[in-house]
Nanobody, 122 residues
Framework: QVQLVESGGGLVQPGGSLRLSCAASGSIFSINAMGWYRQAPGKERELVAAITSGGSTNYADSVKGRFTISRDNAKKTVYLEMNSLKPEDTAVYFC????????????????WGKGTLVTVSS
């Protein structure tokens, strides 16, 4: 009914940059908060950054000053600009969105993308 598709992951050297994108599609009435999570091998999934429909943002302490989240509401897309990447940023990055569908326009449900792998290594 609703799909989130991430793109932009890959291999980058320490200190490098990547830009992740996540596009939402389907029977969407509105999208509330959108965010990026990540899960490193052997670790739990953690919040990286989130953005409300009004543009307010929230970041994990570990990425503040290096990562920037943004969204294009017309394109139903959220972005994560990642700079000064470190090996500890290596993880699968998942897109998340709270979506109200056409069938339930006043009730938001969390949807997840399948993830995109970011590897930071020399």
């Amino acid at each position: 009914q609703v799909q989130l598709v991430e793109s932009g992951g890959g291999l980058v050297q320490p200190g490098g940059s990547l830009r992740l994108s996540c596009a939402a599609s389907g029977s969407i009435f509105s999208i509330n908060a959108m965010g990026w999570y990540r899960q490193a091998p052997g670790k739990e999934r953690e919040l990286v950054a989130a953005i409300t429909s009004g543009g307010s943002t929230n970041y994990a302490d570990s990425v503040k000053g290096r990562f920037t989240i943004s969204r294009d509401n017309a394109k139903k897309t959220v972005y994560l600009e990642m700079n000064s990447l470190k090996p500890e940023d290596t993880a699968v990055y998942f897109c998340n969105a709270e979506v109200a569908t056409m069938a339930s326009p006043f009730y938001g449900v969390d949807y997840w993308g399948k993830g995109t792998l970011v590897t930071v290594s020399s």
